[in-house]
Structure formats: structure tokens, C-alpha cells
């Protein structure tokens, strides 16, 4: 290692200093997480004696693009032999570095890992983590380092609170945003911002996790209404229908009140509350109408 010259940002260095076994950093475009993620690979590299080394993508054409030429650049006084058709690297001491996509999990069965990199872990199946890459992790008691931008309250979110609350000792969260980067002019991140949305540039370069987790909630409220769009057509036209019925005198008050509750519960089994909002609301129309011709016929009688 004496022939590498490492250089490492502040923020990287204090990631690669803690000697906590599993890493999850949340951080903004153009961080330098890339950067960091090819060191701590090439290091890990040269101090292991046996096992492998991963570096995980979404996709092999993404790892391939993102990682390989920084690695060669890098690494380049350490490395014995570089293969990019499989992408894999051999160093010095014999140990390799792999180049995988998480798209291909069947590739990465049957290994022992000493060291694993999981890069934009947010668009991967969390399936890979905990079926494939955490047992082969096992053996060796080797370490992991989950990078990436959050996308939203999923299994990479999930995973970085449970990093920063500390409840579990080998877990360790940090947030960086694109301003941490010393090298990027912070200009020109205020004026990437003028061109952006809200939500864009807080996602891609303040590495959000509130407002993601916002974001994610609409959008499960657009899909639950989207899934739930028919029963409330039906129930709409279905109350109509009663209303209708009612006004033409071919329902009693009695049978008004079943198909009300009737309504109401299929509402309900729908999961949404602008449905039952809308069910409650037709029913009281029918109701109101329900107690103004009692009251006729009672003054009538």
C-alpha cells in the first residue's frame, strides 16, 4: 500500500476511519462516494489473504461504467491483471476484485466475501442483500458499505434509520450532501438549483430523507387510489342509483338504512377515505331526505 497515494476528502476520510463493519451512507450527486467506495475496495483488496472482494450494482453494464476505470486509475501500482469481459481485477497479493450487477444475483452465489460495496443499494431488491450477499459475508466476518441517493422510504431508507439510531452496534448511518464536496464549486450547485424543482434538487443533491419519505407517501396514496378508482365508481353510481329509487318512493326507509351501511362497509373494505368521505356524504343526503318525508307524511296524517 506503500506505492498508493491516497487521497481522501474530510467526509470520506471520516467514513473510512470508523471501524464500524457496516457502512450506510445517504449522499447528494457528485459527492465523491464513487471515489470513496473504489479506496476502501482496493484496500480491502491488498489486506485480505483470502475470500473476494464485491462491488455491487444495480446493473453490470452500470458497475462497469461507474467503477472499472476509476479502480484502473487508482489502483493502477498494486494491479497484476485486469480481465473486462468477466470485470474482474487481480492485485499484487492475489486477491480480486469483482465488478457485479445486482440484476444477476445468480453470479454472485457460493463466494466468501471479505469486503462488499452496494452502490445505489435503493434500486436493487433488498433480496440480494439479505439472501445472497449478507451469508456469504458470514465466514470471514467481512464488512459491507451500502452507498447511494435516497429514492423515497424504501429498503435503502429503512436500512439508513436503522444505522443512525445505534441500536445496532455494527451499523453506522452518515448524510452528506453535494455542498460536503470541497472540490465541487458551490455555485454551481445554487445554480443547478434555479433550474430544478423543489423535489429534484433535494433528492439529487441535499440526498434528502424527509422529503423523499413525503414524496413516497403521495405516491402510495396515488396508487391506493388508482387500485380503489373502481370501487368508487361503483359505489357512487350504486348510492345514485338508491337515491333515485328513493325519490321514485320504490325503497323504505328501512331498506334505505341497510343499503346505507351496506355502502358504508364496501367503503370501507376499500381502504380509502375520500371514499367513505364520499359514501358518508351520499348517505346523509339520503337520510336528510329520508326524515323531510316523515315529516310530510306525518303532517299530512
Known amino acids: ?13 471520516e467514513v473510512y476511519s470508523d471501524p464500524t463493519r457496516f457502512k450506510v451512507v445517504a449522499a447528494g450527486r457528485r459527492t465523491g462516494k464513487s471515489r470513496l467506495a473504489a479506496w476502501m475496495l482496493i484496500i480491502n483488496a491488498l489486506q485480505t489473504d483470502k475470500g473476494q472482494v464485491f462491488y455491487v450494482a444495480p ?45 444477476r444475483p445468480e453470479t454472485m452465489r457460493g463466494v466468501s466475501l471479505k469486503f462488499l460495496v452496494m452502490d445505489e443499494y435503493a434500486d436493487m431488491k433488498p433480496d440480494v442483500w439479505e439472501q445472497i450477499l449478507r451469508p456469504a459475508l458470514a465466514d470471514q ?26 441500536d445496532d452496534e455494527t451499523y453506522k448511518g452518515w448524510h452528506f450532501t453535494s455542498y460536503d464536496n470541497p472540490i465541487l464549486d458551490p455555485d454551481e450547485i445554487d445554480t443547478a438549483k ?27 396514496m396515488l396508487d ?12 357512487l353510481l350504486s348510492i345514485w342509483q338508491d337515491l333515485q329509487m328513493y325519490r321514485k318512493s320504490r325503497l323504505k326507509p328501512n331498506d334505505l338504512t341497510r343499503r346505507q351501511l351496506l355502502w358504508l362497509k364496501r367503503a370501507s373494505k376499500a381502504g380509502g377515505l375520500l371514499i367513505s368521505y364520499m359514501a358518508v ?15 310530510t307524511t306525518n303532517q299530512s296524517q
Open 1 to 13: 500500500m506503500t506505492d498508493l497515494n491516497v487521497q481522501l476528502l474530510p467526509w470520506q476520510q
Open 59 to 103: 446493473t453490470q453494464g452500470q458497475a462497469r461504467d461507474i467503477m472499472w476505470q476509476t479502480l484502473l486509475e487508482l489502483g493502477n501500482p498494486v494491479i497484476s491483471g485486469a480481465h473486462i469481459n468477466n470485470l474482474q481485477i487481480k492485485l499484487v497479493n492475489g486477491a480480486m476484485i469483482s465488478l457485479k450487477g445486482a440484476d
Open 141 to 166: 466476518k467481512g464488512s459491507a458499505m451500502f452507498i447511494g441517493t435516497p429514492m423515497g422510504r424504501n429498503h435503502f431508507y429503512e436500512l439508513y434509520k436503522m444505522a443512525e439510531l445505534g
Open 194 to 220: 434555479k433550474s430544478m424543482s423543489s423535489y429534484a434538487f433535494r433528492q439529487e443533491f441535499m440526498a434528502s430523507l424527509r422529503h423523499t419519505a413525503v414524496s413516497c407517501l403521495k405516491k402510495k
Open 224 to 235: 391506493l387510489a388508482r387500485k380503489n378508482l373502481l370501487m368508487v365508481i361503483i359505489t
Open 281 to 295: 356524504g351520499a348517505s346523509k343526503r339520503l337520510h336528510d331526505e329520508s326524515l323531510k318525508q316523515s315529516e
